[in-house]
Structure formats: C-alpha cells, structure tokens
C-alpha cells in the first residue's frame, strides 16, 4: 500500500470516503487519471543561428574538428558560377564566428566527415582520390586513392555522401567507397593510417530513366554477425543468394565471399525498386524485397526484414513488414525461419521505417509512415494541397508485434501542384532527457516543434507533446539529430535553405 500511495497521492484519501477535494485538487486528479503519469517537465533549449550567406546551395556537416567539447560547423557552398567554398564556424564567448573561409577546387564532388586518428576530419572526395582537410593549415591532405561510382559533378551541388563508419566496432572510422564493381573497404588502422583497400560486394546496379539517361545504383549491405564468432561480417544480396565477407581477428575483412541461400522468398533487396504505378490492368500484384538484416528480439542472432506490397492498385495497396527470426547456425550460417514470426501489416503503403528500442527493453520497436490511398484523400490534396499521414508505433512485447499500432499520430504533407514543391514534416526518435525512454519529436509545421515525452508501458510517448517555437525547415531532410557538446545527448540542428535569401543554420542544444 505505501507503494501505491507513493505512486497515487490521492488514493489514501479516497479509500477513507470522507475527503472534499478543493477544486484545484480535483482536476489534478483527473490529469492523473487521464494520463497516468504526472506531467514531466518540460525541455529547454539554447538556441543558436549561424547566418551561413547568399548561396544556390550549401552542404552543412558538423563535426569535432578542433578537438574541442563543441562542434564545429563546415559549409560548403556553391555560387550562381559553380565556384566552390568552405566556411567553418567554431563556437566562441557565447556565439558563433567563422574561422576558415576559403575557396575550394571546382573538381570536389562530395563530402563526408570521418573521425581518423583520434580527431573528426572533413573529408573531400575528387575523382580518384579522398582528402581530408587541415583546419590547422587551412590545407588539403591525400588520404586515400580510390575509384567512385560518383565520376561527374552535380551542377549546383556538393551532396553529403556517407562513405565512412566504423565496420570492426573497435571505434575507429573506416572507409567504404561505392565503384561500378563493388565496394572498396579501407580499415583504418591504430595509429590512423589505413590498410590495403579490398574489393567487395557485387556490381552496381545500372538502369536507363524515362528519358533514356543512364544511372547507377550502389548495391546496399548489411552488416551482422553471420557465422556468430563474435565479429560483424559484410553481407550483400546477388540475384539469389547471399555473399558473405567475413571479419578475422585483425578487425579486416576477406576479399573472397562465402554463399547461402536463404529459405526466405524475396524478389530483390533495393527497395527502389518497388513500383506504386498502376500498370497491371488492376489484377493482383505483390512485389516483396529485403529491408534489413538486424536483430529485433535481443537473442544476439540478426533476424531477416522483409517489405511487400500488394493490390491491383493504387487504390487497394497493402503493405507488411515481415520478421523472420535467425534461429541457429548451420554449416557457419545463420538460419532464417522460412515463414514470417512476426509481422506488420498496414492499409495502404509503408514507405519510412524506423527501427529503434522505444523503451529500453532490449527489443527492437518500429516507427511506419503510412499513407492510403483513397477518393477523400486525392479530392483533399487537390482542395486543400495537403494530405494525412499516419505514423504508427509497434512495441515488440516476447519477440511479437502486435496486429494494431501501441501509438498513432497523424502528420500533414503539403504540396504546391503548380511549382511541384512538396513540404513533409521532420519527425524524429531520441532520449532527449537521459531517461532511458525514447522520445518523439515532430515538426508542427515550418514555426513549431513538438515534443512527446517518453513514457513507461505500451503508450511509449505522452499524449500531451511540449511545444517547441522555432522556424524549421521545408524538407525534413534539412533536420536532423547530433550531440554538438559531448554531453551524451542529441541536440536538434536545422538548415535554412533559400534563393534569395541567406541560409541559415539553427541548433536546439538542449539543457
């Protein structure tokens, strides 16, 4: 009883049957009874601009580039003649200063930050060859060389390009680089250098537009434990079977695969290539791809991830997400169970997917963004130029996914039909207090953010979010989520984009 007192200050009175609540007593309690919990308190923010200036596009990276407990951050833009810059502002007596302005070579395709040798590197790719950038010289060093698959300049654009995590788990940066042919891995080594690249992975997929241009496609991999001896190996799928490369005891990987074929059935594992057009004269169609190879439940063994999409139509689509738990080892392969364990199934179709431990309980839950299609929803878009989507939240509970979503929220798209320009809300997942419980985060519209706290137990979020004003971006491609003080947690950093205005970065550091 003293428990439950602790956890209802109201129930030793009600059980007498002679307490007269005072009027502002009452509605507590009825706050308590709607929402279980008492209110938490409310996050605070130091917000930060850096005004970035006049540019047709800018590329915004943080990183720890002085060594410092506070980020830094590098832009790289591009003016109306395609000349190149970098501009890196450093957080100095309460406000943000530029310390490294200064042209870059017209031949840098993409960027990419890499923590080598102990400190975080801007790194700059031009054709053959990787570079990281001396902010102490204000100088360009060889880091690599290496062929891509990027060969040619975008006009008007230096893109981000992820070409570097830590593939070994001994914390140390690695670089992958995508080629016509596969994949060229560089681990780095202890003192910073790398070892001799190996060549991996199947080529790159290669298609022609409607237009008849031709693109190129990097084969994706996973990254798992495939023959559980203790270190992640790199996976990738080829027409039929899996190509495994695997990790030996100095933390490199083989250059020759190993093969298995799984006992699951799945037509490819790009999910681009899943098609939405109504081309097949309504009959039934189900296209079924590999989404990812992960461990969901927390028995240490990578379970297989499966996407489908099924119907006759735009108008009768379904979706599910299908888990095929790994099971045991065989012959140095993990088994798939052939039939799905768990699944999620939607109306409509599921196109983002966020795996993620909501609530700290050593299993994987999941975030889908869905959308059905129906006649309200196209008469609203073309009324109103906006549409709902659902996001709807799934608790793993005993390694099972229940058949309706814990939590459901509803955000609104917006689109422009006469310029084509469409606006999606930010919508992210952190523990933003410590706590232990994830907590979601989700763009209003382009003045507000919203913030559902953490909770315990299967609502997983408050009902109630905090409001959060601040100009956010267009794009929620443009909001993302990085620790810029070292402080364990993830702060909130936004880029403004405009043409005839200067960009804008914008930091949510929170307290």
């Known amino acids: 009883m003293d428990d439950e007192k602790e956890k209802n200050p109201f129930l030793d009175r009600l059980t007498l049957g002679n307490w007269k609540p005072r009027k502002g007593q009452v509605l507590t309690f009825l706050a308590w009874l709607i929402h279980g919990l008492p209110a938490a308190a409310e996050f605070t923010f130091d917000q930060y601009e850096i005004v970035t200036g006049t540019a047709y596009s800018q590329t915004v990276l943080p990183g720890y580039f002085l060594g410092g407990e506070m980020a830094e951050i590098a832009v790289v833009s591009i003016d109306e003649n395609d000349d190149r810059s970098l501009q890196i502002y450093t957080f100095d007596d309460g406000t943000w200063v530029p310390i490294i302005n200064l042209a870059l070579r017209s031949e840098v395709l993409f960027v990419d930050v890499a923590n080598i040798g102990g400190r975080d590197r801007l790194i700059l790719y031009e054709r053959g060859r990787l570079s990281w950038f001396d902010p102490d010289l204000a100088a360009q060093h060889l880091l690599v060389e290496v062929r891509s698959i990027y060969n040619a300049p975008l006009r008007g654009k230096i893109p981000h390009v992820d070409v570097t995590r830590d593939l070994n788990g001994d914390g140390r940066d690695d670089l992958v680089v995508p080629d016509f042919d596969g994949y060229s891995v560089f681990v780095q080594l202890s003192e910073g250098a790398f070892a001799d690249p190996v060549k991996i992975g199947p080529s790159a997929e290669m298609g022609m537009t409607v237009e008849s241009q031709p693109w190129y496609q990097a084969r994706p991999f996973h990254e798992l434990d495939y023959n559980r001896d203790g270190r992640s190996d790199l996976v990738f799928w080829n027409e039929d079977h899996f190509e495994v490369y695997h990790q030996d005891e100095h933390g490199l990987f083989a250059s020759v695969a190993s093969t298995s074929t799984p006992a699951v059935a799945f037509d490819t594992d790009g999910l681009y290539s899943i098609s939405f057009a109504d081309g097949n004269n309504g009959e039934n169609n189900k296209q079924k791809v590999l989404h990812s190879l992960r461990d969901l439940n927390g028995d ?35 088994v798939f169970a052939a039939e799905a364990d768990t699944a999620i199934r939607s109306d409509g179709i599921q196109f983002e997917m966020k795996q993620q431990d ?125 620790d810029l003080n070292k402080d364990g947690r993830q702060d909130i950093l936004m880029h403004h984009r405009s043409t005839t205005q200067p960009h804008r970065v914008t930091m949510l550091i929170a307290r």
């Open 300 to 334: 240490d063994v990578a379970d297989l991830v499966t996407l489908s999409l099924e119907g006759g139509s735009l108008f009768g689509m379904q979706s599910a997400y299908e888990v095929h738990f790994g099971q045991s080892i065989v012959d140095g392969v993990t």
């Open 358 to 482: 909501f609530d700290n309980d050593g299993q994987i839950d999941i975030m889908v963004t869905s959308f059905e299609f129906g006649i309200a929803t196209i008469i609203r878009a073309l009324l109103t130029g906006s549409t709902s989507l659902d996001l709807e939240f799934y608790r793993m509970e005993d390694s099972v996914y229940p058949d309706k979503p814990n939590v459901t929220r509803k955000i609104t798209a917006e689109f422009d039909f006469s310029t084509g320009e469409a606006f999606f809300p930010a919508v992210l997942i952190t523990d933003l207090n410590g706590d232990g419980h994830a907590d979601l985060l989700v763009q209003e519209n382009r003045e507000e953010l919203r913030i559902f706290v953490g909770v315990p137990g299967p609502g997983l979020f408050s009902r109630r979010p905090q409001k959060v004003a601040v100009a956010m971006p267009d794009d929620e491609e443009y909001t993302w989520l990085v």
